[in-house]
């Protein structure tokens, strides 16, 4: 939403630019500052150091395995 939002205020502000580098710019502003303030509402902002990255192939075996399966109590 945030990203369609953008796009389509850029091309309604700058009607005589179609260049997909200029509105993709704004798109992904809009985007980062939907992430920024998500991580601060659910309290996980500065916690980046503690994110351990895992490949694709790590995580497909994860979920094939059910080690990732919901778990409702």
């Given amino acids: ?8 205020k850029h091309l309604i502000e700058n009607t ?8 993709l710019k704004d798109s992904t502003a809009a985007m980062s500052d939907i992430c920024a303030a998500r991580f601060e509402a659910f309290g996980s902002a500065g916690n980046a150091d503690k994110i351990k990255v895992s490949s694709l192939d790590t995580m497909s075996q994860r979920y094939t395995s059910g080690e990732l399966d919901a778990n409702i109590k």
Avoid: H, L, V, Y
């Avoid at 939403?1 to 389509?8: C, D, E, H, L, V």
């Avoid at 005589?16 to 509105?23: A, I, L």
């Fill in 16 to 23: 005589s630019n179609f260049d997909p580098r200029k509105f």
């Fill in 1 to 8: 939403m945030a990203s369609t939002g953008a796009i389509r």
